[in-house]
C-alpha cells in the first residue's frame, strides 16, 4: 500500500512539475493517468505561459489535456464564453467537451458542444450561461451569423485537428468565425500533418507561434502491413472469411462511401457476423448509440468510412481492414493509426482490386511503408455484394486496371507465409457534419515472427 501511494505521488509530481492546477491534477489523478504523454511534456508548460502553440499531433496522443489545462487555468465562470475549440466532426467534439468538462470541474465551468444534425434552440439557450463552447465550424458559424453566439470575451481559440478541418472544406467558416475573436487572444492549433496551408493560418493568426512536434502514436515496429488482391466480385467473400476465423480482437473497416458501409454491414449481418456501421448519413443521435454500443463492446466490428480513421476515442484496436483502398497516402496513414498504439500489436489488411491499383502504387510509393503482399487463402463463395456501383465508387477509380498485380513485390509463395499461408462539397444544409464522403485475418499467427510481444 505505502509503495502504490508512493507512486502515485511521484506521477503526480510530474504532472505538477508541467505548472497544471490543482484541480486538474486532482481530475488527472481519479482518471488514474501514469505519466505525461510527449505532447503534454512539451506543450503543457507553453500553453501555461500564454503562448500561441503549433502542435504536431494526432488523436489519441493527450492533447486535449494541453488545451484542456490552460483553459481550466485561465477561464473564469460566468463571464461569458472566454475559450472556443474548433473540431471537425461532432463525435470529437462531444468527446473533447466531455473531456474538458472532467478537467475544470473543480472549477465548475459550463461546457457546450454545439454542432449540426440537432435543434438550434436548446443551443441558443444553453450558450447564454456558457463559459467554453466546443463545436464545428458550420454549426458555429450559423449562431455568429444569427447573432446567438458572443465571441468578443474569447481568450482562447483551439483549433483541434485543424487539417481535417482543411480537408473537409471548412476554411473559410473557420476564418470568418477566427475574425469573431479578439486580436487580443492565445491560439493553439492542432495537427497531425503541418501542411503549407497550415503554416499560412499560422502565419495570418497567430503571434510567434512556437511549433512542438511528437513522435508518431503508431509504432511501425509493432505494425504488420500486407494486403490481398482479390477479384472485386469476391472481396466481400473474403472478408467473411477471415473474419469468421478470429474470435477476438477490435476490428475497423473502412469503406469509402457511405453507401458501401450500409452494404457491407448487412452483408455481414446475413453472414451471422455482428458489426456496426457508422458514417456521415446517420443522425447524430444514431450516431452517438452506434459508438456507445461500441464501446460497450455489444459488436467487436465497426464498419465506418473515413469519418472514423480520425477523431473518435476508439481504444485497443487490433486490426484494420481497408475493404474499399483509399485515394491518398494521408488517408491510408490516418487510417491504419488507429492501431498499434501505446505498445499494442496491430494489423492493417488492403483488399486491392484491379480497379484500385493506380493509388495503391500511390501509397506505396509516398507513405514508405513495408506492405507484403499475401496469397488468396481458399475459401467459400458467399453471396455477393455490388460495391461496384458507379454512384458509389470514387471517380478516380473507375474503369482502371492497368498495373502489375503484384505491385513489384515479391513473388507469389515467397514471404513470411509461403504456401501456407474526393473530398466533400461544403454546403449550408450539412455543416457542423464530419463526413467526407482480427481478428486475426486469418493469418497463421503460430508462424508471425513479427511483432513478437502481441500479448502485450
Known amino acids: 500500500m505505502i509503495?502504490?501511494?508512493?507512486?502515485?505521488?511521484?506521477?503526480?509530481?510530474?504532472?505538477?512539475?508541467?505548472?497544471?492546477?490543482?484541480?486538474?491534477?486532482?481530475?488527472?489523478?481519479?482518471?488514474?493517468?501514469?505519466?505525461?504523454?510527449?505532447?503534454?511534456?512539451k506543450a503543457v508548460p507553453l500553453v501555461l505561459q500564454g503562448r500561441d502553440v503549433i502542435a504536431g499531433s494526432a488523436t489519441g496522443s493527450g492533447k486535449t489535456l494541453v488545451f484542456g489545462a490552460g483553459i481550466a487555468d485561465k477561464v473564469k465562470r460566468g463571464l461569458g464564453i472566454q475559450a472556443l475549440v474548433m473540431t471537425p466532426t461532432r463525435e470529437l467534439a462531444e468527446q473533447v467537451a466531455k473531456n474538458i468538462?472532467?478537467?475544470?470541474?473543480?472549477?465548475?465551468l459550463k461546457t457546450k458542444e454545439i454542432y449540426g444534425g440537432v435543434g438550434m434552440g436548446p443551443q441558443i439557450n444553453e450558450l447564454r450561461y456558457t463559459d467554453i463552447v466546443v463545436g464545428t465550424p458550420g454549426r458555429i458559424l450559423d449562431?455568429?451569423?444569427?447573432?446567438?453566439?458572443?465571441?468578443?470575451?474569447?481568450?482562447?481559440?483551439?483549433?483541434?485537428?485543424?487539417?481535417?478541418?482543411?480537408?473537409?472544406?471548412?476554411?473559410?467558416?473557420?476564418?470568418k468565425i477566427i475574425a469573431q475573436c479578439p486580436k487580443e487572444r492565445q491560439t493553439l492549433l492542432f495537427s497531425a500533418t503541418i501542411s503549407p496551408?497550415?503554416?499560412?493560418?499560422?502565419?495570418?493568426?497567430m503571434r510567434n507561434p512556437i511549433q512542438v512536434a511528437v513522435k508518431n502514436q503508431v509504432d511501425p515496429s509493432q505494425l504488420y502491413q500486407a494486403f490481398y488482391d482479390p477479384p472485386i466480385e469476391e472481396?466481400?467473400?473474403?472478408?467473411?472469411?477471415?473474419?469468421?476465423?478470429?474470435?477476438?480482437?477490435?476490428v475497423m473497416v473502412f469503406c469509402n462511401t457511405r453507401r458501401n458501409v450500409d452494404r457491407l454491414e448487412r452483408g455481414l449481418h446475413n453472414q451471422g457476423i455482428r458489426a456496426l456501421a457508422i458514417h456521415g448519413g446517420l443522425s447524430q443521435n444514431q450516431r452517438s448509440n452506434v459508438m456507445q454500443a461500441f464501446h460497450e463492446r455489444e459488436a467487436l466490428i465497426l464498419v465506418c468510412t473515413d469519418v472514423a480513421a480520425r477523431g473518435l476515442d476508439i481504444p485497443n484496436v487490433s486490426h484494420i481492414y481497408n475493404f474499399d483502398i483509399p485515394s491518398t497516402p494521408t488517408e491510408y496513414i490516418h487510417r491504419i493509426g488507429r492501431t498499434a498504439r501505446a505498445g499494442k500489436n496491430g494489423i492493417a489488411i488492403?483488399?486491392?482490386?484491379?480497379?484500385?491499383?493506380?493509388?495503391?502504387?500511390?501509397i506505396l510509393r509516398f507513405s514508405s511503408c513495408s506492405i507484403e503482399r499475401l496469397i488468396m487463402p481458399k475459401f467459400e463463395h458467399v453471396a455477393s455484394i455490388d460495391f461496384k456501383s458507379n454512384d458509389d465508387r470514387k471517380v478516380s477509380r473507375g474503369g482502371r486496371g492497368g498495373g502489375s498485380r503484384h505491385f513489384g513485390h515479391r513473388a507469389e509463395g515467397s514471404g513470411r507465409f509461403g504456401q501456407n499461408k474526393g473530398k466533400p462539397r461544403h454546403s449550408s444544409h450539412?455543416?457542423?457534419d464530419s463526413q467526407p464522403e482480427g481478428r486475426r485475418n486469418g493469418l497463421p499467427f503460430r508462424r508471425f515472427q513479427r511483432p513478437k510481444n502481441r500479448h502485450k
Open 197 to 205: 496551408e497550415i503554416v499560412r493560418i499560422a502565419d495570418r493568426y
Open 101 to 108: 468538462r472532467f478537467f475544470s470541474e473543480r472549477s465548475r
Open 3 to 41: 509503495i502504490v501511494l508512493y507512486y502515485i505521488s511521484l506521477t503526480m509530481e510530474k504532472f505538477r512539475k508541467l505548472g497544471i492546477s490543482e484541480g486538474v491534477l486532482n481530475a488527472i489523478k481519479s482518471a488514474g493517468f501514469t505519466e505525461p504523454s510527449e505532447i503534454q511534456e
Open 350 to 362: 488492403s483488399f486491392v482490386c484491379p480497379g484500385d491499383r493506380s493509388e495503391f502504387k500511390q
Open 235 to 250: 472481396k466481400f467473400s473474403l472478408l467473411v472469411h477471415l473474419l469468421k476465423l478470429e474470435k477476438n480482437g477490435v
Open 143 to 175: 449562431h455568429v451569423q444569427r447573432r446567438t453566439i458572443n465571441l468578443s470575451r474569447v481568450k482562447i481559440l483551439v483549433l483541434d485537428e485543424a487539417d481535417r478541418m482543411l480537408d473537409m472544406g471548412f476554411i473559410r467558416d473557420v476564418e
Open 430 to 432: 450539412n455543416r457542423g
